[in-house]
């Protein structure tokens, strides 16, 4: 699995992309290949606040139901309507056109580097 070195990574497997003053996350190509085929995405709220660390979406796959974890406290300005409507492409292309919301951050969790995160992934 290559890893953009210029993501952060959480432990629940999440990728944030640090954009200034927003910060735009999706879940890493590991966690997409251990749900299985996606089929079904449930995110906040443009508008809506998310906590790190609580639940803030769902995804469904053939496989099983995944909580999607806030990596960061803030704002939901954001959210790829395009991977609602066609989950697949999450599966297909996470780090790109399957990102799933950008959030105004005030405050971000533990987050790892892509070495870090692939350590993380190797010993699972």
């Not at 089929?39 to 909580?67: F, H, M, N, W």
């Not at 939901?76 to 991977?83: D, F, G, I, K, S």
């Not at 056109?97 to 995160?117: F, K, S």
Request: some cysteine; overall charge negative; aromatic content about 6%.
């Amino acid at each position: 699995m290559s890893l953009p070195e210029q993501l952060r990574y959480t432990e629940e497997h999440e990728w944030l992309d640090d954009r200034g003053d927003l910060v735009r996350i999706g879940i890493t190509p590991y966690a997409a290949e251990a749900l299985g085929d996606i089929v079904y995405v449930q995110l906040p709220e443009v508008g809506e606040r998310i906590e790190t660390g609580a639940a803030c979406g769902e995804l469904e796959s053939t496989k099983s139901v995944s909580d999607l974890y806030a990596p960061v406290t803030g704002e939901v300005v954001a959210v790829n309507t395009a991977a609602a409507d066609d989950p697949a492409v999450i599966n297909s292309d996470p780090f790109g056109a399957g990102w799933l919301l950008e959030v105004r951050a005030e405050q971000t969790g533990a987050v790892l580097t892509a070495q870090e995160y692939a350590q993380l992934t190797s010993g699972e």
